[in-house]
């Protein structure tokens, strides 16, 4: 088997946590969208010198993203929970991380992997079912295919089959484990469809 891939996925709630944006170009606009698509309400903060236009304009629908035209100083770090750094500037990204290190913030340095702490994957959403693909790092685009290929293959009636489950579940007695046993039991046909 050889290499594996040892990261642990997590799943935020980003309306919940404060997060630090630094860098306001192409990879700004991309790390911010990606994270929009999927947590609308993220809670974000966007700082730079200067903005993309189609920044700009995805902020103005999301009302709980907030723009800063300054450069980065160290005290935008306090009350973070989780930090991006995208500038084209490799000294401020550098900082930045450094920093992140002294406060353990986790920090992710854009196409930067040994300066990353956690790396933002492939995500695939039906309703309440969402699937998160990694490929440690490594290519973007195998994680995009696999994507293409989950949204395909998971039906879309996913999401009523998750709500009635959850409802079921609601209704039996009996202890954990008995609870689980009778979970298994109605899924088991899942496993078998192609």
Do not use: W
């Amino acid at each position: 088997m050889g290499v594996r891939n040892e990261l642990y996925p997590i799943f935020l709630k980003l309306h919940q946590l404060d997060v630090l944006i630094v860098g306001g170009g192409n990879v700004g606009l991309e790390k911010l969208s990606f994270m929009l698509k999927s947590s609308p309400n993220a809670n974000v903060e966007v700082v730079a010198i200067q903005f993309l236009p189609e920044l700009e304009a995805l902020v103005e629908k999301h009302p709980s993203v907030k723009l800063t035209q300054s450069k980065f100083k160290k005290k935008m770090l306090k009350k973070r929970h989780l930090v991006i750094a995208c500038t084209d500037n490799l000294e401020v990204n550098k900082r930045v991380y450094d920093l992140c290190r002294k406060k353990h913030l986790i920090c992710n340095i854009a196409d930067t992997p040994p300066l990353c702490d956690y790396y933002l994957g492939g995500i695939v959403t039906k309703g309440n079912v969402k699937i998160a693909i990694s490929t440690n790092g490594k290519s973007p685009t195998t994680a995009k295919r696999l994507r293409e290929f989950f949204e395909e293959i998971i039906p879309d009636d996913i999401n009523k089959m998750v709500e009635n489950l959850n409802e079921y579940r609601k209704t039996l007695k009996g202890d954990f484990q008995e609870k689980v046993d009778k979970m298994n039991e109605i899924t088991q046909s899942l496993k078998g469809k192609q």
